[in-house]
């Protein structure tokens, strides 16, 4: 991290009903792994700031000027991130720094088998694993379990899917599974065995990171291979 930069914005798409996506011309990006996240501030006219971070989306970058892409979802009286969704337009200027972030990481050298799980809008930093792994030659078995409320608010819907998804109110037609929520059973039948002793990514809110490492651990997976990002309800 180096201070903060200008970023501008090329795109404003539509993720959810409630998510946008943000593609940012970062001039002078020092580059990012899969996983990590940035801060965005917002600076008022009368000098009021906010500042709230946001995980990235692309797949890692080198570093030099770079399109840097960022999920983003509407939160309840969320300051920031109903600007972010509802106002900002292809051409405005942002402040962002970053990346950060060391921990929660996928580095493409990792031999280990990677089961990505997320919750809601934790799929977006697993959505760069999944971006970043695709350009790997002979990269290791990767699966990803996302758990979302509804198609109405599945981001990066295309991309999840490739995978399996855990509708938790209300699931698509022709889904062969009814909507409930993640246990032991559904999480053994779709991810990557504990013997393959896989590197596990879990990000999603606070609750739902500490019931799948829970989970996970039951089922016999090293704690120290379980990855957490959590994050609460204000964005």
Same mark, same amino acid.
């Given at each position: 991290?180096?201070?903060?930069?200008?970023?501008?914005?090329?795109?404003?798409?539509?993720?959810?009903? %409630?998510? #946008?996506?943000? /593609?940012?011309?970062?001039?002078?990006?020092?580059?990012?792994?899969?996983?990590?996240?940035?801060?965005?501030? $917002?600076? +008022?006219? *009368?000098? !009021?700031?906010? /500042?709230?971070? !946001?995980?990235?989306?692309? +797949?890692? #970058?080198?570093?030099?000027? +770079?399109?840097?892409?960022?999920?983003?979802?509407? +939160?309840?009286?969320?300051?920031? %991130?109903?600007? $972010?969704?509802?106002? /900002?337009?292809?051409?405005?200027?942002?402040?962002?720094?970053?990346?950060?972030?060391? @921990?929660?990481?996928? #580095?493409?050298?990792?031999?280990?088998?990677?089961?990505?799980? =997320?919750?809601?809008?934790?799929?977006?930093? $697993?959505?760069?694993?999944?971006?970043?792994?695709? =350009?790997?030659?002979?990269?290791?078995?990767?699966?990803?379990?996302?758990?979302?409320?509804?198609?109405?608010?599945?981001?990066? &819907?295309?991309?999840? &899917? &490739?995978?399996?998804?855990? @509708?938790?109110?209300?699931?698509?037609?022709?889904?062969?599974?009814?909507?409930?929520?993640? *246990?032991?059973?559904?999480?053994?039948?779709?991810?990557?065995?504990?013997?393959?002793?896989?590197?596990?990514?879990?990000? =999603?809110?606070?609750?739902?990171?500490?019931?799948?490492?829970? $989970?996970?651990?039951?089922?016999?997976?090293?704690?120290?291979?379980?990855?957490?990002? #959590?994050?609460? %309800?204000?964005?």
């Amino acid at each position: 991290m180096n201070g903060w930069r200008p970023a501008r914005v090329l795109a404003v798409r539509p993720e959810s009903a %409630s998510a #946008r996506a943000l /593609v940012l011309q970062v001039p002078s990006w020092p580059g990012h792994l899969a996983g990590q996240h940035l801060d965005v501030r $917002l600076t +008022a006219p *009368d000098g !009021y700031q906010a /500042v709230r971070s !946001y995980s990235i989306a692309s +797949a890692a #970058r080198r570093p030099g000027p +770079a399109e840097v892409e960022i999920g983003v979802e509407l +939160a309840v009286d969320g300051e920031v %991130s109903s600007f $972010l969704t509802g106002e /900002v337009r292809a051409g405005d200027v942002l402040e962002v720094t970053g990346p950060l972030g060391g @921990w929660f990481v996928w #580095r493409p050298g990792d031999p280990a088998p990677v089961q990505l799980i =997320g919750g809601g809008s934790g799929v977006v930093p $697993l959505v760069s694993v999944v971006r970043t792994h695709a =350009g790997v030659p002979d990269a290791p078995e990767l699966r990803m379990l996302a758990s979302v409320r509804s198609p109405a608010v599945a981001m990066y &819907a295309a991309e999840l &899917a &490739a995978f399996d998804v855990v @509708w938790t109110r209300e699931a698509p037609p022709g889904s062969t599974r009814p909507p409930g929520r993640l *246990d032991a059973e559904l999480l053994a039948a779709t991810t990557v065995p504990a013997a393959s002793s896989p590197t596990c990514l879990v990000c =999603g809110p606070t609750p739902f990171v500490e019931h799948v490492a829970e $989970l996970l651990v039951e089922l016999g997976h090293d704690e120290a291979r379980i990855r957490t990002e #959590r994050f609460g %309800s204000a964005r």
